[in-house]
């Protein structure tokens, strides 16, 4: 069965420094690939996604993220952090023809500190 | 362009009792979603909707109904409300089945009291 694991639940970074948030997914094949954002109180925002392609993809706000068929992992990063980053992240994977079989992982919660 | 809406943004039902979550979307997408979100356990697909008058069972439906009539309106029914529905809800909405990335609401915070 397919899964999605954030190992970090909770991360804490200073204003300005770099941020790398893991994912890891177990899938039969490549699967859709997406990172969301939710703030406090609001809905899901896609960040960005990736299926096929150039395996850095860009999304909005400043942030990336790898795909890496070896490692089955798919990584969020952003060099510099601001303190309108702090939010919930989620890493969701998913492949079906009505996409109801996507996958959300259980998010990993920034914080950012001044 | 208000994208996906839902109400109402915060509800406090007693046991047993029902009610209906509106969905609603303007970006005339065929496919709509509804899932549930508890702390630490990201969502969980309730139902899904694939066009106006097709829908079925997500991965946790049971203690929920959903209809669509229209393409723009996806309500989530709940007939008698449990304890165990305390709980987020999101309604999303896709122009392709998924691949495309969800368009998410504001939520539904429910309290099951």
């Known amino acids: 069965a397919q899964s999605v694991t954030q190992p970090d639940i909770h991360i804490t970074v200073s204003e300005g420094a770099s941020l790398e948030l893991r994912c890891n997914y177990s899938y039969g094949a490549t699967p859709y690939l997406f990172w969301y954002v939710q703030s406090p109180g609001q809905g899901l925002q896609l960040l960005l996604k990736?299926?096929?392609?150039?395996?850095l993809v860009q999304g909005i706000k400043g942030f990336e993220a790898e795909f890496k068929r070896s490692q089955s992992s798919f990584n969020l990063r952003k060099p510099s952090v601001h303190w309108s980053d702090a939010a919930e992240y989620f890493c969701a994977v998913g492949a079906g023809n009505y996409g109801q079989n996507f996958v959300f992982g259980p998010g990993t919660r920034l914080s950012v500190l001044p | 362009n208000a994208g996906v809406t839902q109400t109402p943004k915060f509800r406090i039902l007693k046991i047993g009792q029902s009610m209906t979550l509106q969905c609603t979307q303007d970006?005339?997408?065929?496919?709509m979603y509804w899932y549930r979100q508890d702390p630490g356990m990201g969502l969980k697909l309730i139902y899904y909707?694939?066009?106006?008058?097709?829908?079925d069972k997500g991965e946790v439906p049971n203690g929920y109904n959903v209809s669509r009539s229209t393409t723009e309106d996806f309500p989530l029914r709940l007939e008698l409300a449990a304890p165990s529905q305390t709980s987020v809800y999101f309604c999303a909405s896709s122009s392709v089945s998924g691949g495309a990335g969800f368009y998410f609401g504001q939520g539904t915070r429910l309290t099951v009291v």
């Open positions: 990736y299926f096929s392609g150039d395996t």
């Open positions: 970006m005339n997408h065929n496919y």
């Open positions: 909707s694939v066009g106006a008058g097709i829908t």
